[in-house]
Structures are given as structure tokens and as C-alpha cells.
């Protein structure tokens, strides 16, 4: 692979190495991506955690990585650990776990498209809070994870409605963070 002829490390051997430090800190590494034809070549590691990721947090976890990284051999690279940003399609149940309280646009099996916002996910199911008509009601339907075809955060830039974060399982304070 180019990676080896580079003298980078693997994607195998990032997710190796670092893969403990992660989870020691709360984080799990979704994805490594190496680049090697960029100039510098560049390590990419996309890491998440159930409280989210912080810019002190990714300070640490890429303080770590270059230790680690830096101990495995001497090639040069440029190295960034970032989140999976909000367009990654929600997949697992830690996935929609993690985007509790956010605004997401689904597709069920049967076709049927649904914008709400994602309550408590547990036991393969998840909450999605709903808007019920014109007046500013909600109701809160569950959903298996299996009839769940496609899963993505939306974008906000508005404030959500109290009522329906409390629905969702959550304080204003919560969704801001």
C-alpha cells in the first residue's frame, strides 16, 4: 500500500495504537483516514464520545496520538483528530444515543420520511419527538432501530422549543452544549 511506502503507519496500526488512550479518555475512534499523496501527508482520526467532543478534549487526544504516533516511527505528517461532524449518518444505537436531543430527518423500510427530535434510544429502540399539527404540540413516537433506514442530524439555527426538548429528554442547557 502506499501508506507502507510513505512510511506512515496503517490505518490497522493507528486504530491499534491509540484505540486504548481513547477509550482510557471516553472516546471511541469511528474512522482513521491516511493520506499520503497530501503535502504533507496527513492522519485524520475521527473520534466521538457520549458527551461529545470538546476543543480541550481533542487538545488531549491529539497531544496523546502524536506521543503515541510519534513512538511508532519518525515519517512526517500532519496529524488531526476531529469529531464525525453532522453530517455522518446516525448507524448504531451509540449514534443516536449520542444525538439525543438533536433535530434529525429519517427514512423508515416502509418509505416513510420523519423530521423530529431523537429522545432516549434504548433496548434498539428510539424516541423521536414529533410536531402534532400547526399549534405548537408534539408527540413522541418509538421507533425500532431496524425500521430505520437512513438517519442524519439537521442543521439548526434557531433555538428549539423548550417543550420539545423536555420531550426529547432534555434541558435547554443540555442541547446548547
Not at 464520545?49 to 505528517?77: C, K, N, P, V
Amino acid at each position: 500500500m502506499a501508506e507502507r511506502s510513505t512510511g506512515l503507519p496503517s490505518q490497522r496500526q493507528v486504530i491499534e495504537l491509540l484505540d486504548g488512550e481513547f477509550a482510557r479518555a471516553g472516546f471511541d475512534i469511528e474512522d482513521v483516514q491516511i493520506d499520503a499523496s497530501a503535502r504533507p501527508p496527513r492522519i485524520t482520526v475521527v473520534t466521538d464520545g457520549d458527551d461529545g467532543l470538546d476543543l480541550d478534549s481533542i487538545a488531549r487526544l491529539s497531544r496523546a496520538a502524536s506521543e503515541l504516533l510519534d513512538d511508532l516511527d519518525s515519517a512526517e505528517y500532519v496529524l488531526e483528530v476531529t469529531s464525525p461532524g453532522v453530517d455522518r449518518p446516525l448507524t448504531t444505537e451509540k449514534h443516536f444515543r449520542r444525538a439525543r436531543g438533536r433535530k434529525v430527518e429519517m427514512t423508515l423500510s416502509d418509505g416513510t420520511t420523519l423530521t423530529g427530535r431523537l429522545g432516549q434510544t434504548r433496548g434498539g429502540t428510539v424516541a423521536l419527538v414529533l410536531r402534532d399539527g400547526a399549534r405548537g404540540k408534539f408527540t413522541v413516537r418509538g421507533l425500532d432501530l431496524d425500521e430505520i433506514v437512513k438517519a442524519v442530524v439537521q442543521v439548526e439555527f434557531s433555538p428549539p422549543n423548550p417543550h420539545e426538548l423536555e420531550l426529547a429528554g432534555q434541558s435547554g442547557k443540555e442541547a446548547e452544549a
